[in-house]
Structure formats: structure tokens, C-alpha cells
């Protein structure tokens, strides 16, 4: 199969198309055949490596992932024999297993049960593919980490990027007053997408409006831990 190879940590120019072998699932894994993946963050810092921040040392290291590329979406192929949730011929969404080094830059990648989904029918594969990591990043977030709950007043500090999509329309499916922070050409994009208000960070710094929030999910971090909580409520959650 084709799939994009690194064989080096670095910049986008290490990335080589190469002919490698088709995986074999598994038995607690699914071949999918893919039509689509997306490229995220978390695929930068997989292809910079763990010492980016020291290239000279950390072109010495061998990655550990010769295909990246997390976000996925296609045609179950063939199942282990372990699987039960899904049968050959089903559409799926979700993250590529990669403990073989294989991620979903290529034509086929295994993966596990839980780490996959039926697509919805009225979702293409490119749009279903845009969903995992950055949802699940945002749903983390709030849920798990912030434990939104129904009533209270949110703040999502770059709401007009991957993640911060998510989480406004993720935190108003919670019932959750939600505010959004953003550049002057997305705020309509923000009130479009379900937030109550739209803070244009060039015009005012919510951090010292005055104004406290029950829950601070600050996707860009793009003021200090000290700033942010001057924004939050004294029982909040940052």
C-alpha cells in the first residue's frame, strides 16, 4: 500500500511517500480501508519528535511511529475474530492504532474497538475524519476535567479554531451559558455555532472585564494561569 513514511524527526520535508506492507489486524483489531484523514497538531509534534526543541540531538533518535496521522475515517475491510461491534463493508470514524507505528497517513490501518465509531450516515468521510481528536480533546476538557454542568456561565478561550469549535457547541449540548473568544473574523462564525456571546479578543481582554466564569477551557493558552483566573469564579474550574 502507499502511505506517507517518516523515517526522521523534523519539519514537513522529512515526509516521504513509500510502498510499505498492508497491515494484518490483529485479533482485537479492524483493517479499514481508509477515504479520508485529517492533519491536527497532535501530528506535528509526532513528526518534530520528543526533543523538537533540540533539533541537533533529536535527529539522532528513531521514530517510533513510521506512518502518523490519528484521525481517520473508511471501510472496514476484514476483523479480528475477537471483534463484535463491527462487520466488513461498515463506514467508521475514529483513531488509528498505532502500536505497530502505523498511523492513518496511508491506504489502510488497523485499529481497536474502542477507539472507533459507526460514521453517521449524513457525514461525508472527509467531515466524519475532522472529528476525533479535536472533539475528544474539547470533550476531555469539559467533561472530564472541568465537569460542566447545566446552568453554569463557560468560557472557551479560542473558540474558532478545532478544538474550540467543539467545545462551544460540546458545552451549549451540556446547558452551559457559554461565551466565546475569538478573532474579529469569527465571531458570526461563533454565534453561528451556538455561543450565548462572542468576546473580539483585539477589541477587549476578558481577563480584566470583570467578569468571572464558572469554567475556563483555554484551548490556545493565550494568556498566563494568572490571568486566567482572575476570570474565575472563586469555585471555578480552569
Keep these: 500500500m502507499k502511505a506517507i513514511v517518516i523515517t526522521q524527526y523534523g519539519p514537513p520535508e522529512v515526509l516521504q511517500l513509500r ?3 498492508t497491515p494484518t489486524p490483529a485479533v482485537d483489531q479492524v483493517l479499514i480501508k481508509l477515504y479520508a484523514a485529517s492533519v491536527n497538531p497532535l501530528d506535528s509534534f ?6 523538537f526543541f533540540l533539533p541537533s540531538v533529536g535527529k539522532l533518535l528513531k521514530p517510533k511511529h ?3 496521522g490519528a484521525d481517520i475515517a473508511g471501510r472496514v475491510e476484514s476483523v479480528g475474530k475477537d471483534i463484535k461491534k463491527f462487520r466488513t463493508g461498515d463506514e467508521v470514524f475514529g483513531a488509528s492504532f498505532q502500536g505497530k507505528g502505523l498511523g492513518g497517513f496511508a491506504e489502510y490501518v ?5 477507539r472507533l465509531a459507526l460514521k453517521p450516515v ?4 472527509e467531515q466524519a475524519a475532522a472529528v476525533p481528536v479535536a472533539a475528544i480533546t474539547a470533550l476531555q476538557g469539559l ?7 447545566r446552568g453554569q456561565t463557560v468560557l472557551i478561550d479560542g473558540a474558532s479554531g478545532g478544538v474550540g469549535t467543539f467545545a462551544v457547541q460540546i458545552a451549549k449540548s451540556f446547558g452551559a451559558e457559554v461565551t466565546a473568544v ?3 473574523g469569527n465571531v458570526d462564525q461563533a454565534r453561528l455555532i451556538g455561543a450565548d456571546h462572542v468576546i473580539d479578543y483585539t477589541q ?3 481577563t480584566r472585564s470583570g467578569q468571572r466564569y464558572d469554567l475556563i477551557l483555554g484551548v490556545n493558552a493565550h494568556h498566563s494561569i494568572f490571568a486566567y483566573r482572575r476570570a474565575l469564579a472563586q469555585t471555578g474550574f480552569l
Design 19 to 21: 510502498e510499505i506492507a
Design 66 to 68: 513510521q506512518v502518523i
Design 122 to 125: 449524513n457525514l461525508s468521510f
Design 204 to 206: 477587549e481582554d476578558f
Design 110 to 114: 488497523c485499529s481497536t474497538e474502542d
Design 143 to 149: 467533561r472530564d476535567h472541568g465537569q460542566i454542568e
Design 46 to 51: 509526532m513528526m518534530r519528535g520528543p526533543l
Design 182 to 184: 475569538c478573532g474579529p
